[in-house]
């Protein structure tokens, strides 16, 4: 079974299977998905609000942050404890971000938070409808999709540690715009890629209860990697 996200895979849920009375469910992973937006909306809440105490540290938080995701992925029975650590952790990185977006560009930050839950809704509307259908075809070209941006995102962090800095970021071309909107596009149908397999593995598949926490926190990542695309859309389209 193909999937987009790649902290989505088959192989990770069926090697956490389990006949027991507590079982994943669609109603938990939501649960656990809101609380650890919850989480995530506190630690940018705290760094937003305290900038100069925070600041200082964002590279770390991010180092750490980043660790303890690569311990979930790999130790997925650490999620219920791990999952809400990053959350915050990823909060703190986050409100840093959006804070100094917003002080160069006032207004953007509450704009690109509102179109990315708009996105978000828009593509469970669109699961749910079936209005476009997830076929297996579709989740090749996401997939395929989403490792060619990887592979670029990883090419330009290398690249920058030599020095070279890759133009696309920096750029506010017609060109990078619309890269920038492709990208954005990629992220938001990994939504009905993950949707489909939730719903898949919570209705057909008997999974630990940990996997909620997995799940939960693998939503959020993508959640993060659209709003920050959708932030720096924003960004583009107003020094155009």
Sequence with gaps: MPNG????????????????ESTMTLQGTVNKTFF????????ALISWNNIQAVAGYTSLIAIVTFAIAMIVIFKKT?????????????GLVLGIISAAYNAQYQGIVGQAIAITFLVFFIMLFLYKTRIIKVTNSLVIGITA????????????????VFGVNVAYFGSTSAL??????????VAAFNFLIDFRFIDQLTSQVVAPKYMEWYAGFSLIVTLVWLYLEILRLLARTRDN
């Design 5 to 20: 996200n790649p902290l989505f895979n088959e192989n990770a849920f069926r090697q956490a299977m389990s006949r027991t």
């Design 36 to 43: 650890l937006l919850l989480m995530c909306t506190v630690g």
């Design 78 to 90: 650490a999620a219920p404890v791990l999952a809400p650590l990053y959350a915050l952790g990823e």
């Design 145 to 160: 999709a989403t490792g060619a941006i990887a592979l670029f995102y990883i090419i330009s962090l290398l690249l920058s």
């Design 176 to 185: 990078s715009i619309g890269i920038n909107v492709v990208i954005c596009a």
